[in-house]
């Protein structure tokens, strides 16, 4: 097994494998900028995130360089890498005293890494790591030889300040990936093209789901009629599985004084992602970054019992939040979302078999969509906490009872949890194996507090209610990016903006294509007929390519005998079918809300 410079047994199943890993990689990646441009000025080159999504690593290095490094220059480098790492080099650690230090990069002429020497605290101790012909400053440790490093890419250039001051030179910032097998390096580089396939921002466009205009607004959506239809198929069952789920619905204003944003606390914490304050009447309003204050107001409206208890409130509220214009990210990070929220007000003696039921229910909604991988945390304590150490202890195990229940693996995230309480945080995993962050529970005890919330109960006394927060799908805008991704914009049926579009062969059966799509659409299946005079073949490409489920053809003769030729865009052709048989297949499809196309099943039913 390989070890680390430091005689330990290496890891890549670990992060501090993977990190090790990576950072020699970035070594050796310096070795050969050194051999290839001598002049080449180093600064850093740490290990990143890049990759992790696939179980690959990551790493770059900041070189200052007067020739410009492009992508073209990336085959050269990876061959000179390839010839450091054939050569087996050991990673020889040594230690130094601060002046020999300098004198070394004195004489190599490496004024950054002079730089680097002089920012050290005294007393810290001073390694140098050496491959082959390339020494770095560096605290390591390393992989033991070069020749452990087995599958690496070159990825891109890009331009980053020293110290990541403006005031400073820009230097070119070269990242790379590195794997323990080229079979892994392969599987990363085709989730790479597959990701940027499947781009929710490029399919958006193409589709006609939603845009977006720097000129009117970054981070904010326009959700076209399509996307819209999608969203209002996503939205009505969304309702449906909360009102049946024993949850009640809310509405709740886009604004409110500053008073209520004061006694909450956002103010004092979250200040710099709220917008600015609006003078109305000689008072400050501001838009809501979170709805949890406005369901607290109805709570406190009259003094509710036991009785009532618990209180399951969900509202699809639009929220407001000044993201950072380098953090916008298409549907994924934007400024204005609608969260898909609810709070549940209970007793404590309530709040395990609540927890477990809202974790059915997050299960329930996320595999209605299709999503049945997660990475799930349950994040406990942190430093800063307000809370008993009794309703801590008490929160945490209601929890990690829940996930015990439910038989999902979870990991552990130590001191991670929030200040008013811990949580649990469930990743959804799309297509390609990329994790997203989308439904959280968490337990309050702090805006209880602030806001003195009390039931009374049955010792006719006050007592505090707990606060669970909740979000199955989180924003709409960033699980619809999801989603567009996770199906690459081929949507299931039950899901499509268009699920069949009827294809007149000639402009004489135009009226029958016409009548046979408003048919469909007055039953509950969305249709359109595309009457334009493109030729045939041209129409059923243009239904392909808009990813529509089911396209019908109809001519001459099947508008005679009431039937329609049924393409499956996931089965294929499925030869003539008449109308109302297909209807009723279609809208069953539709009602199982099924992922995947049923009309397998229903030909062999129409074959007999």
């Known amino acids: 097994m390989a070890k680390d410079t430091l005689g330990r047994p290496l890891d890549l199943s670990t992060p501090e494998g993977r990190e090790i890993y990576r950072h020699s990689t970035s070594h050796i990646m310096a070795t050969a900028i050194q051999a290839l441009h001598p002049d080449a000025q180093f600064t850093i080159g740490p290990p990143t995130n890049e990759g992790e999504k696939y179980g690959g690593v990551g790493f770059y290095y900041d070189i200052d360089l007067e020739r410009k490094i492009t992508p073209d220059d990336f085959p050269a480098i990876e ?15 040594r230690e130094v005293s601060r002046s020999e230090a300098g004198d070394f990069f004195r004489k190599a002429g490496q004024r950054y890494k002079l ?30 030889r070069t020749g452990v490093i087995k599958a690496f890419k070159v990825m891109m250039v890009a331009g980053a300040y020293w110290r990541g001051d403006v005031k400073n030179k820009m230097l070119q910032r070269l990242y790379g990936v590195a794997f323990a097998s080229q079979k892994e390096l392969d599987l990363y580089l085709h989730n790479l093209e597959e990701a940027e396939r499947r781009d929710h921002r490029k399919i958006g466009q193409e589709l006609d789901l939603f845009s977006m205009s720097d000129e009117y607004g970054p981070g904010l959506i326009f959700w076209h009629p399509k996307g819209a239809r999608l969203r209002n198929t996503i939205e009505r069952f969304w309702y449906d599985a909360h009102f049946a789920g024993g949850y ?6 886009h604004i409110a004084k500053e008073k209520l944003w004061q006694t909450s606390g956002h103010l004092d914490f979250y200040a710099d992602r709220m917008y600015a304050a609006m003078p109305i009447d000689e008072t400050n309003y501001r838009l809501k970054p979170m709805n949890c204050p406005f369901h607290i107001r109805i709570y406190k409206t009259r003094i509710r019992s036991y009785r009532e208890l ?28 609608t969260q898909d929220d609810a709070h549940i007000f209970c007793m404590p003696e309530q709040l395990e078999s609540e927890i477990r039921r809202v974790l059915d229910f997050v299960l329930y909604i996320l595999r209605s969509f299709g999503f049945d991988e997660y990475e799930v945390f349950l994040s406990t304590r942190p430093e800063k906490s307000v809370g008993s150490d009794e309703g801590w202890e008490h929160a945490t195990a209601a929890l990690r009872g829940a ?9 552990i995230d130590s001191g991670e949890g929030v200040f008013y309480g811990p949580k649990i945080d469930i990743k959804i995993k799309d297509n390609i194996g990329r994790a997203w962050q989308c439904s959280t529970i968490q337990v309050d005890f702090n805006l209880p507090e602030r806001f003195d919330m009390t039931y009374k109960g049955s010792d006719g006394r006050e007592h505090r209610p707990i606060m669970i927060h909740r979000a199955l ?32 062969v000639t402009a004489t059966e135009h009226p029958a294509a016409r009548a046979l799509a408003e048919s469909f659409t007055a039953a509950g299946i969305r249709t359109q007929a595309d009457e334009t005079d493109e030729k045939l073949g041209f129409r059923i490409r243009r239904g392909a390519t808009q990813k529509i489920p089911y396209m019908l053809v109809l001519g001459g003769r099947e508008a005679e005998n009431g039937s329609v030729s049924v393409r499956s ?16 297949a279609l809208l069953r499809e539709i009602g199982e809300r099924s992922n995947r196309s049923t009309m397998k099943r229903e030909v062999v039913n129409h074959e007999h």
């Open 248 to 253: 009640d619905v809310v509405y709740t204003p």
């Open 569 to 584: 865009r996931e089965l294929g052709d499925l030869g003539s079918w008449p109308v109302a048989e297909l209807r009723e």
């Open 403 to 411: 996930l015990d229940a439910s038989g999902l693996a979870y990991g």
């Open 79 to 93: 061959a000179k890498m390839r010839e450091v790492i054939a050569a087996n080099h050991p990673f020889e650690r």
């Open 473 to 504: 799908l989180g924003s709409f805008e960033r699980f619809f990016g999801c989603l567009i991704e996770h199906y690459a914009g081929a949507f299931p049926t039950w899901l499509a903006p268009v699920q069949a579009v009827v294809v007149p």
């Open 310 to 337: 618990p209180l399951r409130w969900a509202e699809l509220g639009t929220v407001y939040r000044y993201e950072q214009s380098g953090e916008l990210h298409g549907l994924k990070r934007v400024r204005g979302f």
């Open 115 to 144: 730089e680097i020497l002089e920012s050290i605290p005294e007393g810290d101790t001073l390694t140098l790591y050496q491959d082959g012909p390339f020494t770095d400053l560096c605290r390591g440790p390393h992989v033991e």
